[in-house]
């Protein structure tokens, strides 16, 4: 399907699902309902209860991306030609229309909270500079899902295992990394994974531990490696031309609505992840998800040492190759904010 018939085509979802949308209605693009509690609790609730929560006389007209038939590789576009007015980017898979994005999240580069706060802060404006100029996107703020670890239906002890294995990922960085270590990298859509596993399709997939149990993940599989590969960073995007729109002073209550929004996720996805590694494998605790009973394998030293130096050996200078192609110029704003960490 070309460009301009998919554009028309979420045009006319857009419109099936918002109706007749007053002037005080926005209609807004948020997470998969299949990704879980974040959607759930948090997300869906600040969208339902919108001018309470930003001030502002506007409602929000709220439908998860798997709802509106629209693909998420295309909110990207699909923000940049009004079709919503705010959506929840899911920015690993709209990273192939602007990788830039790509650079919050290098494989290795957010092994914990603390430092992906870090490297949003720093990253975050490069990002936000990007989509105003490419894609009439203004960038609202950013969160993550979560260290994102390792299921898997054969046995595993280690990342070399995952030599021979189809393992499913969800952006070009992680590719590369799977396909060093030996294992054939598959890309397929969240609300996929869970059947591709039962069928053998792949033999591994990585994704945040809660999101994997409200997505019957452990049901199919027999392991998890609790290893941060990435940190799944989300954000928020505002089509320019509905905040400029705004006055000043609303456009202010707008960003420090989404500022404590973005801060309430940072603190609910470290709740969940440790509360969702107890329920997989069949913890003590667990209040926050199925309880399962997978095998976990904890990573060895090798591992921690693989994931350590990959920003530097592999995800980096993969990513350089590829965003500078496509943004000059890109790589170099990286090193001199988010790389100035590490030894080049």
Avoid: H
Avoid at 23 to 52: C, D, H, Y
Avoid at 69 to 75: L, M, R, S
Avoid at 174 to 191: C, D, E, K, R
Wanted: hydrophobic share 40%; glycine share 8%.
């Amino acid at each position: 399907m070309t460009v301009t018939k998919t554009i028309t085509a979420a045009l006319a979802a857009a419109t099936l699902l918002s109706g007749a949308a007053s002037a005080e209605s926005l209609r807004v693009m948020g997470q998969p309902v299949a990704t879980g509690l974040i959607q759930k609790n948090i997300e869906q609730p600040f969208f339902e209860n919108f001018a309470a929560e930003t001030g502002l006389d506007f409602s929000a007209d709220y439908q998860p991306v798997d709802v509106t038939g629209i693909k998420d590789t295309e909110q990207l576009r699909i923000l940049k030609d009004g079709l919503f007015d705010i959506i929840s980017l899911r920015l690993s898979q709209v990273s192939r229309d602007e990788p830039t994005i790509l650079g919050l999240d290098l494989v290795g580069l957010n092994p914990d909270y603390a430092t992906g706060a870090a490297t949003a802060e720093k990253f975050a404006p490069v990002v936000d500079a990007a989509l105003q100029e490419k894609f009439n996107t203004k960038l609202l703020g950013v969160w993550p899902f979560g260290p994102q670890v390792l299921f898997c239906e054969p046995e595993i002890a280690s990342l070399a295992d995952l030599k021979g294995l189809k393992v499913r990922v969800y952006d070009q960085n992680l590719a590369n990394f799977v396909s060093l270590v030996g294992g054939t990298p598959v890309p397929i859509s969240f609300p996929e994974v869970q059947q591709s596993l039962a069928r053998g399709v792949v033999d591994c997939a990585i994704t945040g531990p809660s999101s994997a149990n409200s997505a019957g993940w452990p049901e199919v599989s027999k392991y998890m490696m609790p290893i941060a590969f990435q940190l799944a960073m989300n954000g928020y995007g505002i089509n320019l031309d509905t905040w400029n729109k705004l006055s000043p002073e609303d456009q202010d209550k707008l960003q420090a609505a989404f500022d404590k929004l973005s801060a309430d996720i940072w603190s609910y996805s470290e709740e969940l992840f440790v509360d969702a590694v107890s329920c997989n494998t069949g913890g003590d605790t667990c209040e926050t998800g199925t309880k399962y009973d997978l095998t976990l394998v904890e990573p060895s030293k090798a591992d921690v040492t693989l994931i350590g130096t990959a920003v530097t050996e592999v995800s980096f200078p993969a990513w350089k190759e590829a965003c500078d192609a496509v943004d000059e110029g890109c790589s170099a704003s990286w090193l001199e904010t988010v790389g100035t960490a590490y030894d080049f």
